[in-house]
């Protein structure tokens, strides 16, 4: 399946449409302050004097920023309905990355911008996750992880692994990162693109 329901009306029929912290759960997605936020971790906490609160990790899913917000013991929320949809990253055009539905085939064009830094890293047929309200995209889901070939780098040299000791290197999406100086040109490397952080090589 390429489309996710995370909520739906049908989710809380007979219900009130408001959840309140004790529905918390990692992932959980609501509606605050006119903004979509999800829920990173959370903790409830009950001291010894005063009332009982729930400590939380949120991150706004348009823009990614992530906030700690602490909300009274039974304190309500408007719990968001969004779709994750699964798509897949064809090829940039301009200042356009052109991505396909997986459920309908439908070639849409995304503005570059909107990826975010990740964007980057994305070569033919990476998987893109967007989060959608009604008719309304909120945001992408990149991946966080990449195996990418090297593509210009200064020469290795066989036994040069110096913790410390790095060089830049361009990848075939034409990212460059920071990699060991024995990494070669058509080694394949993993990196984080969250941090833009070489994590090991996988192939020569």
Do not use: C
Not at 44 to 57: E, I, N, Q, S
Not at 81 to 96: A, N, P, R, S, T
Not at 158 to 168: A, E, L, W
């Amino acid at each position: 399946m390429s489309v996710i329901r995370l909520a739906s009306a049908s989710d809380i029929e007979g219900h009130s449409l408001a959840i309140d912290t004790s529905d918390f759960r990692n992932g959980l997605s609501f509606v605050m302050d006119n903004e979509f936020w999800t829920i990173i971790e959370f903790q409830h906490v009950k001291p010894g004097k005063g009332g009982a609160f729930v400590r939380t990790r949120l991150r706004k899913i348009k823009s990614g920023q992530v906030i700690e917000k602490t909300f009274r013991s039974g304190e309500k929320v408007e719990p968001a309905f969004i779709e994750k949809v699964e798509m897949q990253y064809l090829y940039k055009q301009g200042d356009d990355a052109i991505v396909m539905d997986l459920d309908t085939y439908e070639q849409i064009p995304i503005p570059m911008a909107t990826l975010g830094d990740q964007a980057k890293y994305l070569k033919e047929e990476s998987k893109i996750i967007a989060s959608v309200s009604g008719a309304e995209t909120l945001g992408y889901e990149l991946p966080n992880f990449m195996e990418l070939e090297v593509t210009e780098t200064d020469p290795g040299f066989k036994g040069d692994t110096v913790s410390g000791s790095n060089k830049p290197a361009t990848l075939e999406t034409g990212a460059v990162v920071q990699v060991p100086f024995h990494i070669n040109i058509g080694d394949v490397i993993k990196v984080d693109t969250r941090t833009d952080s070489y994590l090991e090589r996988v192939k020569k």
